[in-house]
């Protein structure tokens, strides 16, 4: 009778235990069971309702047990009270893995702009205020390029406005494919991205710039049967000795304007204090 009963109690309650320990008690081996049991909840440290029912399961199927019932209505509860723990804690941990999802995506979208998926001008601040300061700590080179997008008012104008968002990202886009992983692109405002380059000297960085420039010369792109002619100009600024963003932003701006006034679609390089 209590064999029987442990049996259908078991598949239910033991099942982590493993199915051996079970199909050891229905086929009638109590003993062995017992020392299944024994075996596998040595290593359950830390988990006093799994040790105990163990404890209590091994004492109602040894023959000369007093009392079997109330054993047995202890070894249901125990085993009710685990699987309510467990099913907590998967919820929780369901609402966990939702919440930090949440928050992941509601930093991603304060990082990020919207339109072009490069990050946002806030971000890209900050970053480069890091960097500086990981360049300045190691003494590693730090450089930075400024693009803008040729004629962009123009594009506006002929094609309209939602041409011209597509154009921005699939320049955006060009610019993020073409950069390593370390690298940082963010929209600087309008037409214009910033490109961060760690440990990039100025001749790596025009490398850079100038694979970017090309790759966007090359895009084809269309409207209306019409083909879009996309080209940008970039500026390059390494950082100097003492230099705060504002004013590397500044010197990279300049090349760029230095470029668009020799013609469009070309890069241009700031002048490099000596060190």
Known sequence: MITERLSRMTLKLLANYGQSAVRKLLNGHPKALAKHLTTRSSGNIGNPITDKLARLAIRVIEPDTPSS?????????????????????????????QLIRRAEAAEKLGQTDALTQLYNRGFGD???????????????????IIFDIDYFKKINDCFGHSVGDKVLFEVATTIKNTLRSA?????YGGEEFVVILPDTQISGAKIVAEKIRAAVEALQLNSKGKQITVTISGGIAIL??????????????????RAKENGRNQIETAEQLAA
């Open 183 to 187: 690298d940082i692109p963010f929209r």
């Open 240 to 257: 100097n000795k003492d230099e705060v963003s504002e004013n590397l932003i500044s010197r990279a701006d300049s090349a760029l304007y």
């Open 69 to 97: 019932q109330p054993l047995i209505a202890e070894v249901a509860r125990l085993g009710t009270e685990l699987e309510q723990a467990q099913a907590t804690i998967l919820a929780l941990n369901a609402q966990a893995k």
């Open 126 to 144: 900050i970053a480069l205020s890091q960097a500086i300061s990981t360049a300045v700590r190691y003494d590693q080179p730090l450089s930075l």
